[in-house]
């Protein structure tokens, strides 16, 4: 059985070596053109995430009693497990949005409250109605941008590459589910960051916007940048992630490589796998 944590493998197959560099310079994280080194940023560990024993109770619901887990740049790491796990306050906690009430995270090596321009760092979605309904889709992410220091034209670049240019004018308020997701995830794209943590974007997305995510997914991770994405959608998610993170009842159940957690269970897929590991074949809830 793969366990955790299992030693992390660079994109291109070479182990752990990353270059340094900074990670708030220039046009973003990574070089734009083939060939090219990926530029890393510059932590302690490599990672882009590093989590250890995240904890959070609210009232007397243990949410979260000790999640741990790495995310590593140039892949791609599905977050799963089922409703109620834990997932969507595991990720407050790594944003700096809840306090956690032990353990620590870390992105790209500091604490989020401590990172120097976290909008250039990391980029998240997590509420995808979060856009004021009377707002365009792009005087919504100009607004995000000038709040973040970052030039407002990125606003019309990232409509186009999430696919809403031609409802850039028009009422967020009137965007559907699919549209608001896109747009989302031009808001978490703005500051060019180098780590994308991105709670259920496909929920609402056509089949055609489930392939096209899973493409842009993969072209963000090929620039070197590191997407923590979770998902209900095994499937899905079995054809898109290159690490898999599974959390049941606010605890870590695993961390492996996906290609490894399916050669350890020959014949199985990522579904069986994950309900053999989550314990709810039954349906029965976390
Ligand atoms: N603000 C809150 N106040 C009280 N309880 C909360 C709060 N946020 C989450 N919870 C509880 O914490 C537990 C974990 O919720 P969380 O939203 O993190 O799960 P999840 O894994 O994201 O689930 P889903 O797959 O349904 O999105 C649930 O029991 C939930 O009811
Ligand atoms: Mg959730």
């Known amino acids: 059985m793969a366990g955790w944590p299992t030693p992390r493998r660079a994109p291109d197959g070479q182990a752990g070596g990353m270059t340094a560099t900074t990670s708030t310079q220039g046009s973003g994280p990574v070089a734009r053109h083939a060939g090219a080194a990926l530029r890393r940023p510059t932590t302690t560990t490599g990672l882009a995430i590093q989590a250890v024993g995240l904890r959070k109770k609210f009232g007397r619901v243990m949410a979260v009693e000790d999640v741990s887990f790495t995310v590593s740049y140039g892949r791609i790491t599905g977050f799963l497990g089922p409703n109620g ?13 809840i306090r956690a009430d032990a353990g620590t995270a870390v992105i790209a090596g500091k604490p989020y409250a401590q990172l120097p321009s976290p909008a250039r760092t990391v980029g ?51 965007y559907s589910l699919g549209m608001r997701q896109r747009l989302g995830l031009a808001a978490a794209l703005l500051g060019d960051p180098e780590v994308l943590v991105l709670d259920e974007p496909a929920n609402g997305l056509d089949p055609q916007g489930i392939r096209w995510l899973r493409d842009l997914l993969r072209s963000l991770a090929a620039e070197g940048r590191a997407v923590l994405v979770s ?20 605890r870590t159940i695993t961390q492996a490589p996906l290609d490894e957690l399916l050669a350890a269970r020959p014949g199985s897929t990522l579904e069986d796998i994950y309900l053999e590991l989550t314990g709810s074949a039954e349906g029965e809830p976390s």
């Open 85 to 97: 796990a834990g997932k969507t306050t595991t990720l407050r906690m790594v944003l700096g949005l």
């Open 231 to 250: 998902s209900h959608i095994l499937a899905e998610v079995a054809q898109t992630v290159d690490d898999v993170v599974v959390i049941s009842r606010g």
């Open 124 to 174: 998240a979605l997590l509420d995808a109605a979060a856009a004021h309904p009377g707002r365009s889709g792009r005087d919504h992410l100009r607004v995000l941008a000038t709040q973040a220091g970052i030039p407002s034209r990125r606003a019309g670049q990232l409509l186009e590459r999430v696919g809403l240019a031609s409802a850039a004018r028009q009422r967020a308020g009137r």
